[in-house]
């Protein structure tokens, strides 16, 4: 049996291989036509690399699934029940041929948020210490805005010449989650962005989506130090 040598390379804790970095977005969702359908994914593809590339921890890649509140239909998602059942199987094989033993989910789409009553049943089936960062959700402001559009320039996935268009909420009414009633009438944090596209409109500036995606990083940054402490 080989001896691997887990001290080798930029790291600076051996045990930071037992833990494993995962991202969680949206392929399919609608950002306006500024923006492509897996903005969500790639945001959040880019924060787990990055955060693992830092900190020496495994990179798991990207999961598929996506889920949405019934009230927003700007694209194609899952039920809460495929999500996590996806996730479970998922970690359940980096466990078994990675011998992880923590993960952290790098979540960058609003409608997984609710995947935080299944975390205690996903530690459960897994038998492994799991954080869900949702730093870059939380930071980000409206859907399709100012910070994702910033954010998406720096990705280099952004169509510039579309930005102009972003706020014509009659054919994008995605943006912002500006068209969907319901979900503003039910929650303050979407009432909240559909007000900002409205009265803030939107811009590009690289230096925005910098700082957005460095205070992702460092979040995830933090719970790998966390996780090193169990
Ligand atoms: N899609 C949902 N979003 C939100 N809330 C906020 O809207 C944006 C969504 O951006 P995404 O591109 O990540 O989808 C973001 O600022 C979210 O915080 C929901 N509600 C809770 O915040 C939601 O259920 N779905
Ligand atoms: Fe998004």
């Known amino acids: 049996m080989v001896e691997l040598r887990y001290n080798?390379?930029?790291?600076?804790?051996?045990?930071?291989h037992k833990i494993g970095v995962i991202a969680l977005g949206s392929h399919l969702e609608n950002h306006g036509p500024a923006l492509p359908i897996d903005t969500d994914a790639k945001i959040a593809s880019y924060i787990a690399l990055e955060?693992?590339?830092?900190?020496?921890?495994?990179?798991?890649?990207?999961?598929?699934?996506?889920?949405?509140?019934?009230?927003?239909?700007?694209?194609?998602?899952?039920?809460?029940?495929?999500?996590k059942e996806e996730i479970i199987k998922t970690l359940k094989s980096a466990k078994k041929f990675l011998k992880?033993?923590?993960?952290?989910?790098?979540?960058?789409?609003?409608?997984?948020?609710?995947?935080?009553?299944?975390?205690?049943?996903?530690?459960?089936?897994?038998?492994?210490?799991?954080?869900?960062?949702?730093?870059?959700?939380e930071s980000e402001g409206?859907?399709?805005?100012?910070?994702?559009?910033?954010?998406?320039?720096?990705?280099?996935?952004?169509?510039?010449?579309?930005?102009?268009?972003?706020?014509?909420?009659?054919k994008y009414g995605e943006v912002g989650l500006w068209k969907f009633s319901e979900a503003r009438a039910n929650d303050e944090n979407i009432e909240k962005g559909a007000k900002e596209i409205e009265t803030e409109g939107v811009s590009v500036d690289e230096e925005y989506g910098k700082q957005l995606f460095n205070l992702g990083i460092n979040?995830?940054?933090?719970?790998?130090?966390?996780?090193?402490?169990?």
């Open 8 to 16: 080798a390379g930029n790291i600076k804790n051996p045990n930071v």
């Open 142 to 170: 409206p859907h399709g805005g100012s910070g994702e559009l910033s954010m998406g320039k720096i990705l280099g996935i952004l169509n510039e010449n579309e930005v102009k268009n972003q706020l014509d909420l009659n």
């Open 219 to 230: 979040s995830v940054l933090l719970d790998i130090e966390k996780l090193l402490d169990f």
């Open 51 to 83: 955060s693992s590339l830092h900190s020496g921890a495994k990179f798991l890649g990207v999961l598929y699934p996506a889920h949405e509140i019934k009230e927003i239909n700007h694209g194609i998602h899952n039920s809460l029940k495929e999500l």
């Open 100 to 137: 992880i033993e923590k993960a952290i989910i790098v979540n960058a789409h609003g409608g997984n948020l609710p995947l935080f009553q299944c975390i205690e049943e996903i530690e459960i089936e897994t038998k492994l210490i799991i954080i869900i960062n949702n730093k870059i959700v």
